[in-house]
């Protein structure tokens, strides 16, 4: 019989991949050697990261550096650690064998694992920047002219503050949380008119800036805000305009940018293991381990999940974000890096905000930026004056409400911001929402009392979360 003309073939035969499509998935190497590259790579990054970008002096990057080796991605479930790398570096870096050099003349810190050797520089405007294995920069990180708060204006708005003295019963507070929280930087509290109260520990400062982490992504999705504000993109329920995601038949374009900026996108990669199994993977922390093209690799993320139906929190999909964000810019033959600061943080003052660059040059989009307390707060103030700031509308009417708001079940996790509604900080409102970052850095945005809690801490360090609860709703009470 022969078959009709109308009838579809493709599962009788192996399709062929057009032009343009995703031909090269990336594999993620979870070899031991590769994991002890990306151990000495991540070292070298947070030295680079406290004594280049922080400021912080060499016997104070000692004390707050923990040595963290590089896990295999997970899948779905919870992540479970292999100690065993991990007690071979906490052994041999005690015997000496892991040694850490810092160079402040060209801000380089490099650690160096036996015979493996992993480098990162930091450069102004352009954080610090994972080199690995690789002794020079894949671009040219040239001078950035950056646009300084106002210091006619008062605080958080501009750069002027009035120092007034603590409430004592929040003084008190202050005093309980600063006591189990080691590694922390400092607290701010702010209204949108002034900052209302700020602390500092021993080893922060009103000027100095300090990492972010995951909350860089609340920027990423303030500026996908922008550009949908501004007319170049027309909405984030539209198929995500990934660079490398062109074919209109792929699998890829059933992702939109809303579910990537709610984790929903499935976005996963195959993980080949020393013992020859393949497994998929979601990555959390290579973007910050492997010295690469961080836009490029997330775009050759495999499809692991139907997109939207499953909530894994992954940093490639901010950065597939972050392509679309450079692609948008440069088509308007605009220049990538100043103007990815110009669409948002500029705009707002945040002068000592600055992201991590990879080592092409993309500004990586998922986390790794850097500001002081005073600069998180103004991301703060904007959402709680709805997106407008100095008079100016930057953000589209009613973006407030969907960056803030958990729209699917089973998660807390709105869009790049976390939500309060399963009751994580128990004395806050239920509309509580926060940016935060993977050791404890938040944005607190209190709609309901017109507050901004900022607070920053040190990468591996714990804080007392108990404590902070009861500190930010002693504000409430002092403050509303």
Known sequence: MTQPAWMETIFDRTPTLPVGGLVDPVVHDASPSARRQRTVNFAAKRYADMMFVSGLDRATADRHFRLRVAQPPSGLRAHVPDPVLQAEADHDFAAGRIVIEADPADRRATVRWDDTVGRAVARPGYGSILLGPHAALAFDPKALSRHRPDADLPGPRGGGVDARPEPSTLAGALDVFFAGSPGVYGVLVASPDRVLVERYS??????????????????????????????????????????????????????????????????????????????????????YQDAGDAFLAAQRSLVATVPGSVFRYVNS?????????????????????????????????????????????????????????????????????????????????????????????????????????QGAFPDLPPDTAWASGASDQKIFILRRHRLTVAVSNETDHAMDMAALNRLIATAIGCYT
């Open 202 to 287: 021993a080893f922060g400062s009103p000027d100095r800036a300090t990492p972010s982490w995951s909350m860089t992504k609340a920027i990423t999705c303030t500026v996908m805000g922008r550009l949908i504000h501004e007319g170049w993109l027309r909405s984030m329920h539209d198929p995500a305009p990934a660079p490398l995601w062109s074919d209109p038949c792929g699998i890829h374009r059933l992702i939109t940018p809303d579910h990537l900026v709610r984790m929903r996108s499935g976005l996963g990669f195959p993980v080949r293991h020393e013992d020859g199994r393949t497994t998929i993977g979601f990555e959390n922390s290579a973007v």
């Open 317 to 421: 999909g901010m950065n597939v974000l972050g392509a679309i964000i450079r692609d948008q810019i440069e088509r308007r033959n605009l220049p990538y890096h100043q103007t990815a600061y110009g669409l948002l943080v500029d705009r707002l003052g945040m002068g000592s905000y600055q992201h991590s660059a990879d080592l092409t040059g993309n500004l990586i989009a998922s986390g790794a930026g850097y500001a002081t307390l005073r600069d998180y707060a103004k991301l703060g103030v904007l959402y709680l004056n709805d997106g407008v700031w100095n008079g100016e509308r930057l953000l589209p009417e009613g973006w407030v409400d969907y960056a803030l708001t958990a729209t699917h079940t089973g998660t807390s996790y709105a869009a790049c911001f976390r939500s309060n509604i």
